[in-house]
């Protein structure tokens, strides 16, 4: 961490130092028209990680993951979450990491992931940022149980969803997880301009 023309970190504090870590850090910012400003600003770093979508061209759907997530449970809408298949990167490189996590969480064995970008999901509190991935899946693949790590406290059903379901429970608020947003108008974007050529 160190200071730059437009940033003085003048102190810091960890607020909480357990999975993740909170700090806490009081720094001068240098405002565009020169000015310097003191801030307090506090940032939780849990690592980067990783998330992918999986579509069996086959049968059109695309492969979803639901399991419970307590902060969603907080703020009151249906904790039992939708979302594409993800996990922390762990000190692995992404795409090994969401190979091993695509087995884990779903059962299934991919052989070819297209990385497509990476992407800060919160980036005024959280570190972290996603690797982004996007492949292909027949049922065949299947390799393992998939439902997660249970000494890990993970519970999660495998649903497959025809990508024109997916699409519109993303409109209706029924899926409600970014990243799984972002991988879905990712593949409804390609496909739309693969009918146009
Ligand atoms: N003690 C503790 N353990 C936790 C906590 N959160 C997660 N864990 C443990 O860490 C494991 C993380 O599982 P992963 O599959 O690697 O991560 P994830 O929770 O699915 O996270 C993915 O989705 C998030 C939400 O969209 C993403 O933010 C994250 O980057 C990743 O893609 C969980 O099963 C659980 O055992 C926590 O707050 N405290
Ligand atoms: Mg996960």
Redesign the pocket.
């Known amino acids: 961490m160190k200071d730059t023309e437009y940033l003085k970190v003048k102190g810091t504090k960890v607020l909480a130092n ?3 870590t909170l700090t806490q850090f009081k720094v001068d910012y240098r405002r565009k028209d020169g000015r310097w400003q003191e801030q307090i600003r506090e940032a939780y770093d ?1 690592g ?4 992918c979508l999986l579509h069996d061209p086959e049968t059109d759907c695309v492969l979803l993951t639901r399991q419970f ?1 307590l902060p969603v449970w907080l703020s009151g809408s249906d904790p039992f979450l939708i ?1 594409a298949p ?3 990167l ?1 000190g692995a490189q992404p795409e090994e990491r969401m190979r091993l ?1 695509l087995i884990e ?1 779903t059962g299934f064995e991919v052989s070819e992931l297209n990385h497509l970008f990476d992407a800060y ?1 919160s980036p005024g509190s959280v570190t ?1 940022y ?1 690797a982004f991935f996007t492949g292909t899946y027949h049922l065949k693949n299947k390799v393992a149980v998939g439902g ?2 249970e000494d ?3 519970d999660i059903e495998v649903v497959h969803v025809p990508l024109r379901d997916a699409l519109g429970m993303m409109r209706s608020g029924e899926i409600r ?3 799984t947003i972002i991988l879905l108008q990712e593949l409804a974007l390609r496909q739309f301009s693969v009918s146009k050529d």
């Open positions: 357990e999975w993740g849990r980067h990680g990783v998330a997530r979302e993800a996990g922390l762990e996590e969480e999901m972290e996603l997660g790590a890990e406290g993970e997880d970014a990243k």
